[in-house]
């Protein structure tokens, strides 16, 4: 079955750090990977996605995706105490239209 | 933006008891799911639907049947549902060619 690691499983950092969340799967065909963010008490909403290898940037946020490593991140630059949340990535399952998510990262960014 | 609502948004129900859950979703997408979150599980589908009147089972089914009776609709139902199956339920739904997903606001179910 495929699967997604997600490290760390939990990361405190100060305001104004950079944040580093990970992701490792297992199947080097998969052909979407997005991260999604969910608040506290809240629906899981997607933040970026990208399709093939390579950085993504969006405003402080960038993703990296290096298939050959299997290895997928997600970066935040200049981290806020709005970015505390639980941190979701996912890629697609092969040959459907199913996202398969790892277990996430919660991410406590402290004032 | 995407609109999915979930109802209820907490239940108390007894080990045994039948429980429905249900999700509405006015983006007029074709794809439609249900998943549940577990502390350190992240999301985990349990059933999913391409078209109305036809459901499909997801990762973790056992246990949870799907209805999926018009294109806005889709309910998950517990017919006996057991101390395990305490979680919070997400739905969602996609539209063809797209994989991003759109959640509803979840359901908290306690059994007891």
């Known amino acids: 079955q495929q699967k997604v690691q997600q490290s760390p499983e939990s990361l405190i950092v100060p305001e104004g750090a950079m944040t580093s969340l990970n992701c490792t799967f297992s199947?080097?065909?998969?052909?979407?990977f997005a991260w999604y963010r969910q608040h506290s008490g809240k629906a899981p909403k997607a933040l970026m996605s990208?399709?093939?290898?390579g950085e993504k940037e969006e405003g402080r946020f960038t993703i990296h995706l290096n298939k050959a490593s299997l290895h997928f991140s997600l970066h935040i630059r200049d981290s806020q105490p709005s970015d505390s949340a639980l941190y979701l990535c996912?890629?697609?399952?092969?040959?459907?239209?199913?996202?398969?998510f790892g277990s996430g990262t919660q991410l406590t960014v402290m004032p | 933006e995407a609109a999915v609502t979930q109802s209820p948004r907490s239940k108390v129900a007894v080990t045994g008891g039948k429980v429905t859950l249900s999700c509405h979703q006015t983006?007029?997408?074709?794809?439609m799911y249900w998943y549940r979150q577990d502390t350190g599980h992240g999301l985990r589908l349990i059933h999913y639907?391409?078209?109305?009147?036809?459901?499909e089972k997801g990762d973790i089914p056992d246990g949870y049947k799907a209805s999926r009776p018009s294109q806005e609709n889709f309910s998950l139902i517990l017919e006996l549902a057991s101390l395990s199956q305490t979680a919070v339920y997400f739905c969602?739904?996609?539209?063809?060619?797209?994989?991003?997903?759109?959640f509803g606001p979840g359901t908290r179910l306690t059994v007891l």
């Open positions: 996912a890629k697609r399952s092969s040959g459907s239209w199913q996202l398969i």
């Open positions: 983006n007029n997408h074709d794809y």
């Open positions: 639907s391409y078209v109305a009147d036809s459901t």
């Open positions: 969602a739904s996609s539209r063809q060619g797209s994989y991003e997903q759109y």
């Open positions: 990208i399709f093939s290898n």
């Open positions: 199947d080097s065909a998969s052909q979407y």
